[in-house]
């Protein structure tokens, strides 16, 4: 007698592991906790994201920062269509042929936001080291184009292949074509071009660009603090909106690296998810993906928050907008700086921020 150890269709549709016991075993304890927290934390993130995400939006576009700002508000949509069409992924209560593909439309929301972070990123990279190029190289037209050639690439590579490689069949199940597993597709598709375009080579990206912005933003500061000790301005307020949004994204980026760092070392070290010889390691296994997989969607829901946390002009913008006020930007400042020279310790603020 031959029974089947079946992952849920709302979790992936490939995931059925034949299991020859006779009486059936008990499904383990690891996999009804995973499968809880995966009905469960989207709900969560969606709850939280959306209207973060909605609140960055406005936030940014009146923080005043030129390029940087609609890679930010981007990436901010982006995120929450990644959480919108993930629940409504995981919401599903009958599968059908549209479900099939569904993952796959879902793993491109992801991975946009992703490349979209790296731009962002890469854009601060060439702001902080290039600073006088900057202007020429990132005009609206050409991040623009750079966005919509973005999205058209990763979706030709990640969802266009898959209405070929994906059957429905006729017992309802979605599986990869006979064709592609003799060649060894599915495997690659799965294992190497999903992970290396979801994860590897945007942790890669990430990791090269923040250094190299961490190392500019130290040897600019170290420049404020010999121009100051000189007694001159080191910067104009243009200059320290750039800071803001640099470091803002900085800690941003680093965020990404450190959710994402455990699914990159889960799937680089674990090939196979499901064991069809032991029942218990695969539900640990499982358990353990549906924990980085919750951590890796986490970053389409914490930006507000890092942003919130990392900057002051983000905050103090934030909450002029709650108070219906015009953003610090937009404000006369005349009277503010001589609001903040006529006060002692907002005057020490302004000279630690600008030092």
């Not at 995400?53 to 940087?68: E, G, K, P, Q, S």
Request: aromatic fraction near 14%; hydrophobic fraction near 45%; glycine fraction near 2%.
């Amino acid at each position: 007698m031959t029974s089947t150890f079946t992952i849920p269709s709302s979790t992936d549709p490939l995931l059925s592991v034949p299991m020859s016991t006779d009486p059936p075993l008990p499904v383990p304890y690891q996999f009804t906790v995973a499968s809880t927290i995966r009905d469960v934390y989207i709900w969560v993130l969606l709850a939280v994201g959306l209207p973060c995400n909605a609140a960055c939006v406005v936030t940014i576009l009146f923080m005043h920062v030129n390029i940087a700002t609609f890679y930010v508000a981007l990436l901010a949509v982006a995120d929450s269509l990644a959480l919108i069409v993930k629940a409504i992924y995981i919401k599903r209560e009958v599968p059908d042929a549209p479900s099939c593909y569904m993952l796959y439309i879902n793993n491109f929301f992801s991975c946009y936001a992703n490349w979209v972070l790296v731009l962002i990123v890469f854009q601060r990279f060439y702001a902080v080291c290039f600073p006088l190029k900057i202007k020429g190289a990132f005009t609206k037209k050409r991040i623009y184009i750079s966005a919509g050639v973005l999205a058209a690439v990763l979706f030709v590579i990640m969802v266009v292949p898959t209405f070929y490689f994906l059957e429905w069949d006729a017992e309802s199940e979605c599986r990869w074509r006979n064709e592609t597993q003799i060649y060894g597709v599915d495997k690659v598709w799965d294992s190497w071009i999903m992970s290396l375009l979801y994860s590897y080579l945007p942790f890669l990206f990430l990791v090269v660009f923040t250094t190299l912005i961490i190392v500019g933003l130290f040897r600019h500061r170290r420049t404020r603090i010999s121009i100051c000790a000189a007694g001159t301005s080191s910067s104009s307020d243009d200059g320290k909106a750039e800071r803001a949004i640099s470091i803002m994204l900085v800690c941003a980026s680093l965020v990404f690296l450190l959710l994402t760092l455990p699914a990159c070392l889960f799937h680089l070290f674990i090939s196979d998810l499901y064991d069809q010889k032991v029942r218990q390691e695969s539900a640990e296994r499982y358990l353990v993906y549906q924990v980085v997989t919750m951590l890796s969607d986490a970053n389409h829901a914490v930006n507000f928050f890092v942003y919130f946390a990392s900057t002051r002009k983000f905050r103090r913008c934030f909450f002029d907008l709650v108070r219906c006020h015009p953003c610090l930007d937009n404000r006369d400042w005349s009277k503010e700086k001589a609001q903040i020279k006529s006060d002692p310790e907002r005057r020490e603020g302004e000279d630690e921020e600008e030092c």
